[in-house]
Each structure stands twice: as C-alpha cells, then as structure tokens.
C-alpha cells in the first residue's frame, strides 16, 4: 500500500500560518536556514579551540551550546517577522533604528571598552551590539522616506534619511566602528540609487565617498596602520592574517575532516570574524563554494524578487536588506582570504555572536516579508514600477 504525499497546509486553508507558508520564498527561506545550521555545526568545530585560547572557561563546547541558543532565537525572530505585513516591517524597522541610535548614545557613558571600541552593553549572561541592530533599520526606514519623497507630497524624505543617515555613522565613529560604517553607507548608498537618483549624482556621491575614505585613514590611527599591514605585510605582524590563511590553504579541496583541524588553534577570533577559515581547513574548498554559493543565491534570488515588487518602497527596502547581508559576507570572506585588510565582522548566520544572530535573523525576516507573494505585490508581467525621480 503506497501513502501519497500531502504538504503540511492545504492550498484552502486560511490561517495565518497557513498562508504564510504559501506565500514566502521557501527557498530564501531553506538558505538561510541552512546557514544556520552551519553556523552550529561550525561551532562545534571551533569552540574547543577558542576555548584553548582563553583557560576561564572549562567547558570546551561552551560557545557552541551559547550559539545553539542565539540560533534558536534569531530563527524564532527570523520567523516571526516574516509574518509581518510591508507596514509592520515599516514599524519595525523604525522601532529597531530608534532603539539602536539611544542605545549607541550611551556607549561612551555605559558601554564596555574591548580591543580599544566601546561597541558593547554589559547585560549580565550577555553582551548587546546595538549597531547590529541599526543596520536593517535604516535601511527600511530610508526606502520609506525616498519613496514618500517620490509622491511628491511635499514630504522631505530625502533630508530626513540623510538626517537620519548621518546621525548613525557619526555615533559608529564614535565607538569607533569603520567596517560598519563602510557597510552602512555603502548599502544606504545603493538604495538612494535604487530609489531614483539622477546619474549626475552618482559622481557627486562617489566623490563624497572617496573624500569620506581619505578622511578616515587621517582620522584613525587603527585604520592606518591595517591599511600598512595589508599593503606591507613584510614590514608589520600579520599573525592573525598569516594563520588564518595557513588554515584555508591546510584544507585542500575536501578539508582535513571533522575535528581535526591543526592550524585553527593558531587563529585569533577563529570563532568570531574568522570561522571561514575554521571551514576551510576542516571542509575544504567544497564547502566554502558552498557556503558562498548560499549567499549568492540569497542575493540574487532576492534581488529578482525585489525587483518585481510593485510598491517602490518595497522593493527599493527589500533590495537594501538583501544587499547588506551579502556586502556583509563579502567583506568577512574577503577579509578571511586576504584580499582587503582585516576588520571585525562577522559572517551572517554563522559567525559566533548572539547581537549579530539576531540582528541577521531580523534583516532575513524583514526581507522575507517584504516579498511574500500578497494580492497586488506581484501583478503578472510586472517589472521595475515607473519611478518618480527623488532629485532634480
């Protein structure tokens, strides 16, 4: 007697959940889930070496079991968000912005100092980023005033965004954070083009951005001196570089095999910033294609999407939010093969980190939200809408 098969919700069916399933991407849904799972699984890899490195902590798979907690909740967070509507998107990301710009505002007077920045909140079993938090928030919250600017209604959207944009970096360079300063004006960058800015601008912003640039490497001393460890490396320590690369090339093409990796327990922050090359080393090259190719295809695939939204505010927020977690993969992994100098940031989804978990399982469910299948979002044939210019 054969059973036939039947899917956990019928077509007729008209709960909520029901209809959530129908009608989100199922496979940005799978990739990210996915991620996930390696990001645990890579944390058994890495835990008893990053342990080794630090003797208070006795438990050898203490950060692996803390990452299967913050894994289970940026899913729950990932999940429920994507129930949302494009308006509770809207609130959520202003609510997620607003909390992070008070939030950062503090730091000089209540934050931890590690490493010389004072990025982190002390909350007992935890430690809070805020600006983990600020990123898909302002995103969100600038497609919303570049598409109130393009009604023409007399909204000054864009003055609002770049209020709101300059406020963000200003308080990351406090801390300071460059890297996600770079991310966030960037992205932010990208949307403001999407949203329909002349091409006459384009060369004005591109100018800004490469002024801004010199301008830090003068500001900051640490940026300097990664920027002359990367172009000199003969003259300078590169140890965290040199291992982490000793580590990728160690892996080969199918890597040395679970647990047993050798030159992971020379890397610093293997389990943070470099866990790349944690699975480089035990998967080899097969799994780091795999785990881009993942990425690349949550970007893509999630651009398409965007790209034949109806509403110019959802698809110019949904672009952004898939934009910023690839730039953000791109960076760490760029990073991890040596290819732009080194800089604090994790790989979404997988990196060890309960702000950054969090915050990614937000922006993936804010993005899947934003491109569920709802009546109207996706009229038949539907292309880039027609787009009022936000600027002369």
């Not at 997988?350 to 939200?369: D, K, P, Q, V």
Request: with cysteine; net charge positive.
């Amino acid at each position: 007697m054969t059973e036939s098969y039947s899917p956990a919700f019928s077509r007729n069916d008209q709960s909520p959940i029901a209809k959530w399933f129908w009608t989100v991407d199922r496979g940005l849904l799978a990739a990210a889930l996915t991620l996930m799972a390696l990001g645990v699984a890579l944390s058994f890899a890495s835990s008893p070496a990053a342990i080794n490195a630090d003797q208070s902590i006795g438990d050898p798979f203490h950060y692996s079991w803390r990452m299967m907690v913050w894994g289970s909740m940026g899913l729950a967070l990932m999940l429920t968000s994507s129930l949302l509507s494009p308006r509770g998107v809207r609130r959520i990301a202003v609510l997620a912005l607003l909390g992070a710009i008070v939030t950062m505002m503090a730091l000089p007077f209540i934050g931890d100092e590690v490493k010389g920045a004072a990025r982190w909140i002390n909350l007992g079993p935890f430690s809070l980023q805020p600006s983990e938090f600020a990123k898909p928030g302002l995103i969100v919250f600038a497609a919303w005033m570049f598409a109130e600017a393009q009604k023409g209604q007399g909204v000054p959207g864009v003055s609002i965004a770049f209020a709101f944009w300059a406020l963000t970096v200003g308080l990351l360079l406090i801390q300071p954070d460059i890297g996600q300063t770079l991310l966030v004006t960037t992205t932010f960058m990208a949307v403001f083009f999407m949203a329909g800015v002349p091409l006459k601008w384009v060369a004005v912003i591109a100018a800004a951005g490469m002024a801004g640039l010199v301008s830090l490497y003068f500001a900051f001393g640490h940026m300097r001196d990664r920027l002359s460890r990367f172009l000199s490396p003969e003259t300078t320590d590169t140890h965290q570089i040199d291992r982490a690369s000793e580590a990728i090339r160690a892996g080969g093409l199918v890597g040395r095999g679970v647990g047993e990796g050798v030159m992971k327990r020379h890397v610093p922050d293997l389990h943070t910033d470099f866990i790349y090359s944690v699975g480089a080393e035990e998967f080899g090259l097969v799994l780091s294609l795999a785990m881009i190719g993942l990425y690349a295809f949550i970007v893509v695939r999630g651009m398409k999407r965007a790209m034949k939204l109806n509403d110019a505010y959802e698809q110019t927020a949904a672009a952004g939010l898939f934009m910023l977690i690839g730039l953000q993969a791109c960076i760490n992994i760029a990073v991890n093969l040596n290819l732009i100098p080194t800089k604090g940031m994790t790989l979404p989804f997988i990196s060890y980190g309960g702000s950054s978990m969090l915050a990614m399982g937000l922006t993936m469910g804010l993005a899947l939200a934003l491109t569920r299948r709802r009546p109207g979002a996706y009229e038949p044939g539907a292309s880039l809408p027609q787009r009022r210019r936000i600027l002369p």
